[in-house]
């Protein structure tokens, strides 16, 4: 079978690989569609703290496909049975685990990094780590249910957003992306801010989606859209998914006194916040990691609705036998969330 294979930093290719065989726990799934993401991104660079990952990897977490083998000793699944797998695997057994908070266990593992991943075209899995797809959601679709389900714990879970909040998504990232289709989907009023590199394809891409951009390094800014959106009062939720370590200070700027800010990306470097406004303006400042079971069915409601543009959000125009333009893509702002099929 095909696999995408990490080799080195920055190194990634096409390579032939040995089909897995499931264990008598597990079903074997033939991959359909699989998409990029940052921390895939992160991980082909061989960034500070993902140096541990072991090379050859077969890379790749967000993934759809149908199942093809069940295993004796494996429930509820049946050959046919379309699929999408939590790719963080909790232990269980740790406080966390036993406290409701799996997406924070201190043991977890995560496919495509831990143990090899969905960049293949067959993945074997154990059925407690998989959801099964709605039958009107395409494969195509689901293979983004994982970034999704972390957009809706972030909304859904981590925020207080509600129908006609004003809100700012910074960074347009896919994480950004999906945050502001879900908090759309609540009725909020979205806003999306973006640097120069954003312009050429990402910020358009929300702006084809309904919703509303900002260049933060035009000559207006977001000053103005604060005056405009929220009469000068601040923005009532304020999800930082840059990933930048400037992220979280911008947004206690922007959020309104007792509104609140949500930390989705993980910042690259030490974040600075001057916390006196913070406190004298008593703005909640949250965090959202990962996802959980109830994360995953929300995002598959969410598409079994029609309430986030897969179509629109995802791009098709990468193979899988030149994986590194798409990471390359990636990196440069010139795609948002290349996918790789497997089973066209």
């Known amino acids: 079978m095909k696999a995408i294979v990490q080799t080195g930093p920055r190194s990634v290719e096409t390579q032939e690989r040995q089909a897995p065989s499931p264990d008598a726990d597990e079903v074997l799934v033939k991959v359909h569609t699989a998409g990029l993401c940052g921390s895939d991104a992160h991980a082909y660079k061989y960034d500070g703290g993902y140096e541990w990952i072991p090379i050859p990897r077969i890379m790749g977490h967000e993934y759809s496909g149908e199942v093809v083998e069940v295993g004796s000793d494996a429930e509820g699944f049946e050959v046919g049975d379309k ?201 909640e400042v949250n965090s959202s990691y990962g996802s959980t079971w109830t994360n995953f069915e929300q995002a598959l409601r969410l598409m079994e609705r029609g309430d986030i543009a897969v179509d629109k959000i995802l791009d098709t125009s990468y193979g899988i036998d030149d994986p590194a333009s798409a990471f390359e893509a990636f990196l440069s702002s010139e795609t948002c969330k290349p996918v790789f099929q497997f089973d066209r």
Do not use: W
């Open 83 to 283: 699929v999408v797998e939590e790719p963080i695997h909790d232990c269980g057994h740790c406080f966390q685990c036993k406290n409701g908070q799996p997406n924070v266990c201190q043991n977890f593992s995560i496919t495509g990094m831990h143990r090899d991943g969905a960049y293949t075209e067959y993945v074997a899995v154990a059925p407690e780590h998989v959801h099964a797809v709605p039958e009107s959601v395409p494969l195509r679709h689901a293979a983004i249910t994982e970034p999704t389900s972390i957009a809706a714990r972030a909304v859904l879970t981590r925020s207080n957003t509600t129908p006609g909040d004003n809100v700012l998504v910074e960074g347009p990232g896919p994480i950004g992306v999906l945050v502001a289709a879900v908090a759309d989907s609540l009725g909020a009023n979205i806003v999306v801010s973006g640097l120069e590199q954003d312009t050429k394809y990402r910020l358009p891409l929300l702006e084809d989606m309904g919703i509303e951009t900002v260049n933060v390094r035009s000559d207006a800014g977001i000053d103005d859209y604060v005056d405009s959106l929220t009469d000068g009062v601040g923005f009532d939720v304020v999800f930082d998914a840059t990933g930048h370590h400037t992220g979280v200070g911008t947004a206690t700027e922007y959020t309104r006194k007792g509104g609140q800010v949500v930390v989705v990306g993980i910042p690259n470097d030490t974040s600075e916040v001057n916390l006196t406004p913070v406190v004298r303006g008593e703005i």
